[in-house]
């Protein structure tokens, strides 16, 4: 290895240390899949997981965890978002941590992307969507990074709204337009900022927008 250049080395060393890596990934899974059963009949007697067993059972339940976000990147379907609840309430069962750095930073991105979308072509698909994102990211509680989102719908969504909401008193579909300001308020609320005198004139209208649709 010495003769070698630095980045053939690296490269070398990089394929060595990746194959350990996935023995000991082989290996917590095995010990993991074997320790589950004694481990819930410990629980189920009053006894408390061994703290060896959750150190498995994080690096296990956060690879599955964020494999599975990550296998999603493109379309977050029902099935995916259930698969990775189990995951959650497995862990939480367990009292192991879940560490979700791959998740939070696919999260980010795809809040940030959907807003900037939403901002760009107003619409109440768009604005469905981007809570769907939302809803899901608060329902496994990833805590992604939105700053930058909040950036986005306050300089490009927020001002705005007023004029929405004029509007809707004149609309040829008032249903569907007040849905979509409901929406918005929904975003923005999830967003930390503060919509409530939005609310209350929508409300006026058709109440009540301040609760999040339920049909994600």
């Given at each position: 290895?010495?003769?070698?250049?630095?980045?053939?080395?690296?490269?070398?060393?990089?394929?060595?240390?990746?194959?350990?890596?996935?023995?000991?990934?082989?290996?917590?899974?095995?010990?993991?899949?074997?320790?589950?059963?004694?481990?819930?009949?410990?629980?189920?007697?009053?006894?408390?997981?061994?703290?060896?067993?959750?150190?498995?059972?994080?690096?296990?339940?956060?690879?599955?965890?964020?494999?599975?976000?990550?296998?999603?990147?493109?379309?977050?379907?029902?099935?995916?978002?259930?698969?990775?609840?189990?995951?959650?309430?497995?862990?939480?069962?367990?009292?192991?941590?879940?560490?979700?750095?791959?998740?939070?930073?696919?999260?980010?991105?795809?809040?940030?992307?959907?807003?900037?979308?939403?901002?760009e072509n107003p619409e109440i698909q768009q604005a469905h969507k981007t809570l769907n994102i939302l809803t899901v990211a608060k329902q496994l509680n990833i805590d992604p990074l939105i700053k930058e989102a909040q950036n986005i719908y306050f300089n490009k969504i927020f001002s705005q709204i007023p004029d929405l909401l004029k509007h809707l008193w004149n609309s040829g579909n008032l249903k569907q337009d007040k849905k979509f300001i409901g929406y918005l308020l929904n975003i923005g609320e999830m967003l930390d900022i503060n919509v409530e005198k939005f609310y209350s004139e929508l409300n006026r209208i058709m109440p009540p927008a301040n609760t999040i649709i339920k049909d994600l």
């Open positions: 290895l010495k003769d070698l250049f630095i980045k053939e080395r690296r490269n070398i060393i990089n394929e060595l240390l990746q194959d350990k890596l996935d023995k000991f990934s082989s290996t917590f899974q095995e010990l993991y899949s074997e320790g589950k059963m004694p481990i819930s009949q410990l629980q189920e007697i009053g006894l408390e997981v061994p703290e060896e067993f959750k150190i498995v059972a994080e690096y296990t339940l956060s690879k599955a965890f964020n494999s599975t976000i990550i296998e999603s990147i493109k379309v977050l379907n029902e099935d995916t978002v259930q698969k990775a609840l189990d995951i959650k309430s497995e862990a939480e069962k367990i009292g192991a941590k879940l560490h979700k750095k791959p998740s939070k930073e696919i999260f980010t991105e795809k809040i940030t992307r959907n807003m900037n979308l939403l901002a």
